[in-house]
């Protein structure tokens, strides 16, 4: 199958426009907000969503860098490839609303590695998760607070998200799975 | 019981005969009655011996047959039996047992056993001194009448100069030869393996090749003061071949050995830490390695011996400065040697030559090696194509300590015929009646 | 090389991008090391055992540390006190290990290549703590990370290893790691403390200089290891005395002027102080010394994590 594009430039642009506006709606400031990017494309995407905000409230949110491989449970099962990274959050979480930040949801295996990981960092207010595609098939009792998009999707098939900071391009392709290396 | 037995279309080499042709051997109840073309004894058993080499049984000049006090790394009859299976109807049993064989008992201990156990002859070798220890010469003529053929206090050299000097004076009178194991003590203490980029890469005390070189020079220089003759023990270095050679153009009478093990393999065998293949003295760089076969193809070593060390699996299944030094050489020594031959460096003739007649003649026993009618039936039969599988269960010897287990070798043995037996006998050989 | 890390037994199989890979990971270990709790669930449910035959303070604190802040499950067992005591082989030691559910064996051993055959005869993952002098891959890729957070870069360095070199496994390991980098090693030392065939054509390393007089060997150095003399070579007859070791070997202050103006100073420790090394260069501003110990955490936890995962070379 070849991939298929699902979403362009202009319709990422749009959703993190919306998801900013869910955030501060649902938060109503922006005040004790911090934006966490899990690697390796929720973090443009946390930039993106705090950049948006600041253009909205005028207000720097303080932005960090998750890295969560030391908490996934499946790390038998990946290929080979650099395995960790640092984590860089450069403020305390203790008492802020946590904004964390994928490309993608499925199984909620990431997302459960993710919010362990922020919890042995402090004790945040909440933790809030925002994703650009929920492609279903969850297999924990996870479920994002935003979401830019439902993609249904088969198990055979996957998601993959292309972001300019990382790949030059903003995209969102439609794959069968044996084509793509699988994402986080 | 063999009985008569008709050796038919094997290609004879016999070097104390000068013989290397196609022809029929017969033998009759353990001695050698004829060797000629196109025999017909009606009667006698027949062996085809189409394909194979015929020639006088080997002789080892070196070996450890751990009798007694080892006899769990090997026993006369597992040794023996071992021997037999490579090709060898005479081994020369070094001293260092425990006891030592520096007495009257413990030498007629071991050639009783030998008579009872041994499917061969094993020819006990005396120690030069006294529990091995370099200090008092033994009494070498009582040795000497118990039937030693040699001294050596192998495992060691004879560190003290004056001791040697002594040693090889005194063994003039008994026309006993010294088989020196060439190393100097401090030089060579605590050393595992070959000084050099192997020593460094393993971070293991080197053993300097020099460790070897001064003890040979000093005995070749000893052996000229005193008249005596001197045997220097597994050669390894390429300065020892050089010594060696300039000592015979001098007329010095030395003689020398290289082992199967020192001529095929060198120090890159113990990257990895292979116990199996720690080894005294080590196994040394290539240059060495061609310096030795120059050595061999030129007559400057005179014979191949197989320094036979065998040791239980325990104990070399440790930490690599912990294992005891050793290959288990008797079964891969022919196959080995037959490489040497295959590329080039040394004739078959040359190599039998080394293995039965120039041996035989060291010890001074012209009537072993030989195939001469009358001679005692001593044949080794073998096949230098047939290829095989070193495993622990191929060896019969109880030192499975080869580094040579899971590799393929050609070149094996089918019949060792020690007198009015088989010493050994290849599973596939049949002996046909007519 | 393709195919399973199964084993950290020696520098000489690493190559130079397994060794960057090394140190990014050991970076975001640094991290979870900075935080208030000090603890990953990276190798929970796994078993580690250190096993060390000879003592060790730093390296087997070190280790204990870095696997437990992973979560694992830390087993030490110390040789003088169980059945190796009662002549149990290493063998035997590391089956029952293996046994138990033992997943990685850390193992320190007197004996050079000990761990190779702990490797060879059971199916647990090895980490060499350091085997007689043949090698001390963790220690080296310690150094070899403390050198790259300081200089960016390992390639084109000056790196003077002073001191024993023939009975370092230290030296040994970070020569070939140091190499692998593309650093320039320098030797030092008296040629009596000298492994044969180094620094030589057709030698182990051609390309290593050796260089017996200090003052040479130390100038223009952007790094100067110093290695621990360890007092027994007088005995063995390696050198004449300690003090002339010390006058003509011994780094201070007045020789490290020689070297780089940001030459960074390295010693696996512990130090004799005033002997391979001035008491006042230990915690001068050169030193690196205690960035090392701290280091030494980050990169055992690198290093457990990458094996426990199944590290791909």
Redesign the interface.
């Given at each position: 199958m070849t991939p298929k594009v699902i979403a362009g430039a202009e319709d990422i642009r749009r959703i993190i426009a919306r998801i900013s506006h869910e955030i501060l709606e649902r938060n109503h400031s922006s005040k004790d907000l911090a934006f966490i990017g899990m690697r390796t494309r929720g973090v443009p995407l946390a930039q993106r969503l705090a950049s948006s905000i600041k253009q909205f409230e005028g207000l720097d949110v303080p932005l960090g860098i998750l890295d969560f491989s030391l908490y996934r449970d499946d790390l038998a099962h990946q290929g080979p490839g650099p395995l960790v990274r640092a984590t860089n959050i450069p403020f305390n979480i203790d008492n802020e609303i946590i904004i964390l930040v994928d490309d993608v949801i499925f199984t909620g295996r990431s997302a459960r590695a993710a919010i362990d990981a922020l919890i042995d960092l402090g004790r945040p207010a909440s933790i809030q998760l925002a994703v650009l595609v929920d492609r279903g098939h969850r297999e924990l009792p996870i479920r994002p607070d935003y979401v830019g998009k439902n993609i249904p999707s088969s198990k055979h098939e996957d998601i993959v998200v292309h972001l300019s900071e990382v790949d030059g391009i903003d995209e969102i392709l439609i794959t069968s799975s044996q084509e793509t290396m699988k994402e986080g | 019981m063999i009985g008569e037995l008709l050796i038919k279309g094997g290609h004879i080499i016999d070097p104390s005969q000068e013989l290397d042709q196609r022809a029929d051997l017969l033998i009759s109840e353990g001695r050698i009655i004829k060797l000629a073309q196109n025999l017909d004894v009606p009667g006698a058993g027949i062996i085809d011996a189409e394909g194979l080499i015929v020639s006088p049984g080997f002789i080892d000049l070196h070996s450890h047959l751990r009798t007694p006090g080892f006899e769990e790394k090997e026993d006369i009859s597992s040794g023996t039996r071992s021997a037999a299976k490579g090709g060898f109807t005479t081994v020369l049993a070094m001293p260092n047992t425990e006891p030592p064989l520096d007495n009257l008992s413990t030498i007629t201990l071991l050639m009783t056993l030998a008579e009872k156990e041994g499917v061969i002859r094993v020819l006990p070798v005396g120690c030069i001194t006294r529990g091995r220890k370099g200090k008092e010469i033994v009494d070498m003529g009582e040795l000497s009448q118990a039937g030693v053929v040699a001294l050596s206090d192998d495992g060691s050299s004879v560190a003290d100069a004056s001791v040697m000097y002594q040693a090889m004076c005194y063994s003039l009178a008994f026309n006993l030869i010294l088989i020196e194991h060439c190393e100097e003590p401090a030089l060579a203490a605590d050393g595992q393996v070959n000084?050099?980029?192997v020593?460094?890469?393993?971070?293991?005390?080197?053993i300097p090749t020099e460790a070897e070189d001064i003890i040979v020079a000093r005995d070749i220089l000893l052996a000229q003061a005193t008249g005596s003759r001197v045997h220097i023990a597994h050669v390894s270095t390429a300065t020892s071949v050089n010594i060696i050679r300039k000592a015979k153009e001098k007329g010095i009478k030395v003689t020398a050995e290289a082992t199967p093990h020192h001529l095929t393999m060198t120090e890159e065998s113990l990257l990895?830490?292979d116990t199996l293949a720690k080894v005294k003295p080590p196994l040394r760089r290539e240059e060495d390695r061609q310096a030795l076969i120059q050595g061999v193809a030129d007559g400057t070593i005179d014979v191949i011996a197989t320094d036979h060390s065998p040791h239980t699996d325990?104990e070399k299944?440790?930490?690599?400065?912990?294992a005891p030094f050793g290959i288990s050489g008797f079964e891969t020594a022919l196959p080995l040697l037959l490489g040497l031959v295959r590329d080039g460096y040394i004739s078959l003739y040359q190599l039998i030559d080394m293995l039965t007649e120039k041996p035989a003649r060291i010890i001074g026993k012209l009537n072993l090696g030989t195939l001469k009618t009358g001679s005692p039936a001593e044949v080794t039969l073998f096949d230098p194509e047939k290829e095989w599988l070193v495993s622990k269960n191929s060896l019969i010897s109880k030192g499975k300590n080869t580094p040579l287990i899971g590799q393929m070798l050609k070149g094996k043995v089918m019949a060792t015929i020690f007198g009015d037996e088989f010493a050994y006998l290849d599973e596939s050989m049949r002996i046909e009646h007519a | 090389m393709a195919g399973k890390r199964r084993h950290i037994l020696d520098l000489d199989d690493f190559s130079a991008e397994e060794i960057t890979g090394v140190f990014s990971v050991a970076e975001a270990m640094r991290e979870v090391m900075g935080r208030p709790v000090k603890k990953t669930p990276a190798l929970r449910g796994k078993v580690v055992a250190t096993l060390f035959y000879e003592p060790s303070t730093r390296t087997k604190v070190s280790f204990d540390l870095a696997a437990k802040m992973l979560s694992a499950e830390v087993l030490s067992l110390q040789p003088q006190t169980t059945s190796v005591a009662k002549g149990e082989s290493l063998i035997d030691t590391a089956h029952t290990l293996e046994a138990l559910g033992v997943d990685i064996l850390i193992l320190r051993h007197a004996s050079s290549g000990a761990p190779y055959l702990a490797a060879q005869n059971t199916s647990l993952n090895i980490i060499n703590a350091g085997d007689g002098w043949h090698a001390h891959p963790t220690q080296a890729l310690l150094d070899l990370y403390t050198i790259w957070r300081h200089k960016g870069s390992l390639e084109g360095l000056k790196v003077t290893i002073v001191g024993d070199i023939k009975h370092s496994r230290v030296a040994r390991s970070n020569i070939w790691g140091l190499t692998t980098m593309g650093a320039k090693v320098t030797l030092c030392c008296p040629y009596t403390l000298l492994p044969a065939n180094l620094g030589n054509t057709g030698s182990l390393f051609p390309e290593v200089s050796l260089k017996p007089d200090i003052y040479s060997a130390l100038e223009g150095a952007d790094v100067v290891m110093t290695l621990r003399l360890q007092r027994e070579r007088q005995a063995y007859g390696d050198l004449p005395s300690i003090r002339e070791y010390t006058n003509l070997y011994q780094i201070n202050d007045e020789r490290l002027k020689l070297a780089k103006k940001d030459v960074v100073l390295l010693h696996p420790g512990p130090v004799n102080e005033d002997i391979e090394l001035a008491s006042a260069c230990v915690y001068g501003p050169n030193s690196l010394i205690k960035e090392q110990v701290t280091n030494g955490v980050a990169v055992r936890m690198a290093l457990l994590y990458l094996l426990s995962q199944g590290w791909h070379k």
């Open positions: - | 000084e050099g980029i020593a460094t890469r393993l971070g293991l005390k080197g990895g830490y325990a299944m440790v930490e690599f400065d912990k | -």
